[in-house]
């Protein structure tokens, strides 16, 4: 069994990757879970080359079967849980007046509903680890939308205030367990996923993913008796999304 273990979610590229990395050279053993076969294999050959300790599932994560599953490869291979980082999670514009049902669900069911479950299906994991040195560490990936609601990203927004909420009740809920959660709250990230806007937002302007890594490694640093149930990352002039 290995000293310490994480799972972190939308870990092909960007942020997620990111993260990964870290918390592997760090010395976690790392459940790598992803979407896209094709990207998760190609971060995991290349975690693996630097003789890191990871594993892959493939997994959609807005299917429950799929938590499900990759929760339990993580437990059968590594035996604990220190760390949980629901970071997967995706946007689609579109005006009130087109709002199309399935594409709705599609982010509540990524960005929002994924992350309760993973809560249930890891939270053994996460006491033991919190009774064994009072720093088990959930990170929700949230947004600066989940703090100021977005034209024409309602849903998203939505999807990211849900996701600030639900971290508040669940320091409420877990603290006195040793388990503590902070919501990220990013605004644009260089990242694939903000590709769309790099005309406008040149990437040297956006938070990079060496900040995300940064807060998350301040995080792993703290004493069992702070938490910090939230983090907000903005440009030096305010504004801009995830």
Aim: with cysteine; charged share 20%.
């Amino acid at each position: 069994m290995t000293d310490r273990a994480a799972i972190v979610t939308g870990a092909s590229s960007g942020i997620g990757l990111a993260v990964a990395r870290m918390l592997a050279t760090e010395g976690h053993a790392v459940t790598l879970v992803a979407r896209r076969r094709e990207k998760l294999e190609a971060a995991y050959e290349a975690l693996r080359a630097d003789g890191l300790a990871v594993q892959r599932v493939a997994a959609d994560v807005g299917d429950e079967d799929d938590v499900v599953r990759a929760v339990s490869a993580h437990r059968d291979a590594y035996g604990r849980l220190d760390v949980l980082v629901n970071n997967a999670g995706l946007g689609i514009a579109a005006p009130i007046g087109e709002l199309n049902t399935k594409r709705m669900d599609i982010q509540l069911n990524t960005n929002l509903r994924s992350i309760p479950l993973f809560y249930r299906e890891s939270v053994a994991m996460l006491t033991a680890a919190g009774a064994e040195h009072g720093n088990a560490l959930v990170v929700n990936t949230a947004s600066i939308a989940g703090k100021q609601g977005q034209a024409w990203l309602s849903i998203y927004s939505a999807t990211k205030f849900g996701i600030v909420g639900f971290t508040e009740a669940m320091n409420k809920e877990l603290g006195g367990l040793g388990i503590k959660s902070t919501a990220l709250c990013p605004a644009w990230v260089d990242t694939p996923m903000t590709d769309f806007v790099k005309r406008r937002v040149p990437p040297e302007a956006m938070i990079q993913t060496s900040d995300i890594v940064a807060s998350v490694r301040m995080l792993l640093s703290l004493s069992p008796g702070c938490v910090v149930p939230e983090i907000v990352f903005q440009a030096p002039t305010g504004g801009a999304l995830t």
